[in-house]
């Protein structure tokens, strides 16, 4: 049974990308994309129209931030997450 949800995740380390991507694949959220921060990732993510989007916040701080910038405002019916391995996860809506 496929997901509801369908979930992009925004990471430029590629290990800790693969590391949230599996997490919400065991929790039944269906992953459209996986991407750096690229514009032209950005735009792919944007194209897929998802109903999630996670974005880690490991260095360096200021890319993750204009990426939940850009991304929140290219997405306004997405939730953007952001994920830190240090800190408690903030949620964009």
């Known amino acids: 049974m496929e997901s509801a949800l369908t979930a992009v995740v ?3 380390n590629v290990q800790s990308r ?3 991507t599996r997490a919400l694949a065991l929790a039944g959220v269906t992953i459209s994309v996986t991407s750096g921060t690229s514009v032209e990732a950005f735009r792919t993510i944007v194209a897929s129209e ?3 989007v996670f974005v880690t916040l490991e260095d360096p701080l200021p890319r993750a931030i204009r990426a939940i910038e850009y991304l929140s405002g290219s997405l306004p019916d997405a939730t ?3 994920v830190s391995s240090s800190t408690a ?3 964009f809506q």
């Open 50 to 52: 998802p109903s999630l």
């Open 10 to 12: 925004v990471d430029d």
């Open 80 to 82: 953007v997450v952001a």
């Open 18 to 20: 693969a590391e949230v």
């Open 89 to 91: 996860l903030a949620v």
